[in-house]
Nanobody
Framework: QAPLVESGGGSVQAGGSLRLSCPHS????????MGWFRQVPGKTREGVAA???????TYAGSVKGRFTISKDTAEKTLSLQMTNLKPEDSAMYYC??????????????????WGQGTQVTVSS
């Protein structure tokens, strides 16, 4: 079983909401940083939101106030609640995990577990 498997993507109209989920019981790091990234074809992957083992979070400016990252420690599931979605949010969204001894951030270099992605499409 893959350590990270995203779900919850889909197609919505602008202003709508989606909730992405990512079970991560296969991640071996004890105090992992967990994050959500997205990528549009032809563009580099960008960090969207991240959370550390203490619950501290960081967000990309473009999603701050609209997206909320959270984790259920008992269920070992990472989530991303997305509200007020915009067409520019359309992308493949990836769940990621990395060692917790780095400073929490949105640089993909510090994450070495990756899911296969789930597509989010927002129409205007």
């Amino acid at each position: 079983q893959a350590p990270l498997v995203e779900s919850g993507g889909g197609s919505v109209q602008a202003g709508g909401s989606l909730r992405l989920s990512c079970p991560h019981s296969g991640v071996v790091y004890i105090n992992a940083h967990m994050g959500w990234f997205r990528q549009v074809p032809g563009k580099t992957r960008e960090g969207v939101a991240a959370i550390d083992s203490n619950g501290s979070t960081t967000y990309a400016g473009s999603v701050k106030g609209r997206f909320t990252i959270s984790k259920d420690t008992a269920e070992k599931t990472l989530s991303l609640q997305m509200t007020n979605l915009k067409p520019e949010d359309s992308a493949m969204y990836y769940c990621a995990a990395g060692p917790g001894y780095y400073r929490l951030g949105l640089d993909e270099y510090f994450y070495d577990y990756w899911g296969q992605g789930t597509q989010v499409t927002v129409s205007s």
